[in-house]
């Protein structure tokens, strides 16, 4: 049962999270954690802006937000989003690969507190960030899903996590969401059982 889906994106990400967000029902079992670059000194309407566009609420968090199931939580500017049991982490670490907030801390953070329990997506992104944190999420046999670099604005950060990740799954947009559903889905089977 997945309880928890770590997204990074860097270039095109806002419209590739946009259509992934749009898409998943109002009652998707999971919390979602995402990191989105951006520059240091830009506002914080990312959220409200990728809010306008789900059926899910979206925030910013404070250090500290606890995870709540069909919620999403966008990383403030300039800060890193970690992800602990239960629970959000903010961190003014040094950059990685040269991002703050970091796809990788992001993963990295989530394998450890959720393990196989959590979902990894890389979308569009110019840069290398995000596949170390791939890996270690594939490590800890949680699912990786990939954008297909061949319909990402921006090829480098998908075709390095499927580098690192060679057997993750490979999908566009559309297939990204529909996957998230069947694989969150199981949370919601796991409660109703009980």
């Known amino acids: 049962m997945h309880k928890l889906v770590a997204i990074g994106a860097s270039a095109g990400g806002f419209q590739a999270l946009s ?36 059926n899910l609420p979206v925030l910013e968090p404070n250090h500290g937000t606890p995870l709540k199931p069909g919620h999403v939580y966008v990383a403030p500017a300039d800060y890193h989003l970690l992800i602990e049991p239960g629970a959000l982490a903010l961190s003014v670490d040094p950059h990685v690969n040269c991002s703050r907030p970091s796809i990788d ?4 953070s989530a394998a450890a507190a959720y393990g ?12 290398a960030d995000g596949a170390s944190g791939a890996a ?8 990786v899903l990939i954008q297909d670099p061949a319909t990402a604005e921006a ?40």
């Open 105 to 108: 801390m992001l993963f990295e």
């Open 19 to 54: 259509l992934i967000l749009g898409r998943l029902p109002a009652d998707f079992a999971a919390s979602i954690a995402i990191v989105q670059h951006r520059r240091a000194d830009e506002s914080s309407l990312l959220a409200e802006l990728m809010g306008q566009r789900s």
């Open 136 to 143: 270690c999420l594939a490590a800890a046999r949680a699912p």
């Open 155 to 194: 090829r480098t950060c998908p075709a390095a996590a499927l580098a690192r990740v060679p057997n993750a799954s490979v999908l566009t947009l559309v297939e990204i969401a529909e996957r998230l559903v069947e694989l969150c889905g199981e949370v919601v089977a796991e409660v109703t059982r009980r």
């Open 116 to 127: 196989r329990h959590a979902v990894g997506v890389v979308l569009t992104g110019a840069n």
